[in-house]
């Protein structure tokens, strides 16, 4: 059955770093796009960042553009989302995706903290 399985996540101090995975499996990995969302505590889930099925293409919030970074290892089935200069309002509960708009499968999230 198709899976995503998030790591990564943690406490980290504003202005830290942190690479979030996503592992996917069950399915052709090389044939969907995969995308980054996140929900902080009272809001509607957003998209951080997205990537294309041939890793050619990315998109990235304007939220974290210049900061985020999304990539992935067809070797290893997975979507890394790498984080820089991170801010307490980054702080949410980060969840990898099937697809680019329509989004099918989802992971359990892995939450990230960013202490001021």
């Known amino acids: 059955q198709v899976q995503l399985v998030e790591s990564g996540g943690g406490l980290v101090q504003s202005g830290g770093s942190l690479r979030l995975s996503c592992v996917a499996s069950?399915?052709?990995?090389?044939?969907?796009?995969i995308s980054w969302y996140r929900q902080a505590p009272g809001k509607v889930r957003a998209l951080g960042a997205r990537?294309?099925?041939?890793?050619?293409?990315?998109n990235v919030a304007d939220s974290v553009k210049g900061r985020f970074t999304i990539s992935r290892d067809f070797a290893k089935n997975t979507v890394y989302l790498q984080m820089n200069s991170l801010k307490p309002e980054d702080t949410a509960m980060y969840y990898c995706?099937?697809?680019?708009?329509?989004?099918?499968?989802w992971g359990q999230g892995t939450q990230v903290t960013v202490s001021s």
């Open positions: 069950g399915f052709s990995f090389s044939n969907y796009p």
């Open positions: 995706a099937r697809g680019w708009t329509t989004l099918d499968y």
């Open positions: 990537i294309t099925y041939d890793g050619a293409n990315t």
